[in-house]
T-cell receptor
Framework: GQQVMQIPQYQHVQEGEDFTTYCNSSTTLSNIQWYKQRPGGHPVFLIQ?????EVKKQKRLTFQFGEAKKNSSLHITATQTTDVGTYFCAGSGTYKYIFGTGTRLKVLA | EAQVTQNPRYLITVTGKKLTVTCSQNMNHEYMSWYRQDPGLGLRQIYYSMNVEVTDKGDVPEGYKVSRKEKRNFPLILESPSPNQTSLYFC????????????FGAGTRLSVL
């Protein structure tokens, strides 16, 4: 079945350093969504990418969707302690959502 | 306020004792879904519902049941819980399936002894 893998599983960075998480699907995705889950919280939607090669920015966050629509990345510039949490990508089929395994980010002040 | 409400937030039970986790949304969403979250495995979809009286299996449906008698409610039923169902459970809803934002409930932490 369809699988979505994320790397790395964990990342510790010093505050101010950059951070990137990568999402890879075994099949072509119609779209990809990114969610953030704060410690002890629930996933919260960040963004959706639909077009091949699409790049979107939200302040210090940059999201990319691969040309083949099988991979995606989230890059955070100059991390802050508020960026702490687990970041998930999710691909959707007609009815099902497949979430990646998540990347847990810790930011050391 | 638009929200997805799950109850209970925490539950400790024993093997074999039937339980129900309720989920309700007030956004008139057609699509609802249940996930379990386990360390290193991310979020895995248990069951989903495209609309009232329409449900289907996700990736890990064994040991779970759901129903969708009303648009706003989507309870998760564990007929005979086992320790391997100890997990963090999330209910989510979206306007429709596919290219729509999912809104998650606060989660239910279940321990089966």
């Amino acid at each position: 079945g369809q699988q979505v893998m994320q790397i790395p599983q964990y990342q510790h960075v010093q505050e101010g350093e950059d951070f990137t998480t990568y999402c890879n699907s075994s099949t072509t995705l119609s779209n990809i969504q990114w969610y953030k889950q704060r410690p002890g919280g629930h996933p919260v939607f960040l963004i959706q990418l639909v077009k091949s090669g699409e790049v979107k920015k939200q302040k210090r966050l940059t999201f990319q969707f691969g040309e083949a629509k099988k991979n995606s990345s989230l890059h955070i510039t100059a991390t802050q302690t508020t960026d702490v949490g687990t970041y998930f990508c999710a691909g959707s089929g007609t009815y099902k959502y497949i979430f990646g395994t998540g990347t847990r980010l810790k930011v050391l002040a | 306020e638009a929200q997805v409400t799950q109850n209970p937030r925490y539950l400790i039970t024993v093997t074999g004792k039937k339980l129900t986790v309720t989920c309700s949304q007030n956004m008139n969403h057609e699509y609802m879904s249940w996930y379990r979250q386990d360390p290193g495995l991310g979020l895995r979809q248990i069951y989903y519902s495209m609309n009232v009286e329409v449900t289907d299996k996700g990736d890990v449906p064994e040991g779970y049941k759901v129903s969708r008698k009303e648009k706003r409610n989507f309870p998760l039923i564990l007929e005979s819980p086992s320790p391997n169902q100890t997990s963090l459970y999330f209910c989510a809803s979206s306007l429709r399936a596919g290219k729509n934002i999912q809104y998650f409930g606060a989660g239910t932490r279940l321990s089966v002894l």
